[in-house]
């Protein structure tokens, strides 16, 4: 019998199962930042995490069930994060660039977010879908009510702009790498232009309007 095979025990106790499966999210972590979303594989994963296939879909009915579950986790990790860096005196500036740099201090977390509703909850169970959301919308939730005080918005202006900044996340993904190319080094006409596409700042900017956008708005 394999070293690889051999050391894997039955888990039997909730504990131990509990345990199981934060082993197989750890892998699929690692794994998934090493593959891509094209290169991740259940049968990979298995022999990654050293699990019979036939146990790992006791855990996860498919690779978009384990990247869901990923994706709660960092989502978790996102919202607490995000709502321990404000306080009152926090700009909007100040909040919108600690919210970009929450989103990407994990790279999974953009990677999985950008395909979250086109790709990851079209291939799971209802059951896994529900159990994800009502997760998840328990720490939105939680979010907002913590943020609305300091960004002086009421709870449905919270929710509006939060929402409208997810959007904005989505479409950040592929430039959420800041360029190798320091632009002090490059003459004025072409840094300009190229600060035209600089994701951070045009995420930034575009998530102060909004925002602000909401908060001129009616209550």
Excluded at 151 to 171: D, P, R, W, Y
Excluded at 189 to 208: C, H, I, L, S
Aim: proline fraction near 2%.
């Amino acid at each position: 019998m394999s070293a690889e095979i051999g050391q894997i025990k039955r888990a039997r106790t909730p504990e131990q199962k509990n345990d199981r499966r934060d082993t197989i999210l750890a892998t699929a972590k690692t794994l998934f930042m090493e593959a891509g979303y094209e290169g991740f594989s259940m049968g990979l994963l298995s022999k990654r995490a050293g699990v019979a296939k036939g146990t790992l879909y006791l855990y996860f009915g498919t690779k978009e069930e384990v990247l869901l579950s990923l994706y709660t986790l960092e989502f978790e990790r996102f919202c607490r994060e995000l709502t321990a860096g404000v306080t009152s005196q926090t700009t909007d500036a100040a909040f919108v660039s600690h919210l970009y740099e929450t989103s990407i201090s994990d790279p999974i977390f953009l990677a999985l977010h950008a395909r979250l509703g086109t790709v990851i909850d079209q291939n799971i169970s209802l059951d896994a879908l529900i159990t994800s959301k009502r997760a998840m919308s328990d720490h939105f939730h939680a979010m907002v009510g913590q943020l609305s005080g300091p960004l002086a918005l009421e709870h449905k202006q919270t929710l509006a702009a939060l929402s409208g900044i997810s959007a904005l996340l989505t479409g950040s993904y592929d430039g959420a790498s800041d360029s190798v190319i320091k632009t002090e080094t490059l003459p004025h006409d072409v840094a300009t232009f190229m600060g035209y596409f600089n994701m951070k700042a045009r995420f930034e900017k575009n998530a102060r309007y909004i925002i602000q956008g909401i908060r001129a708005s009616e209550s």
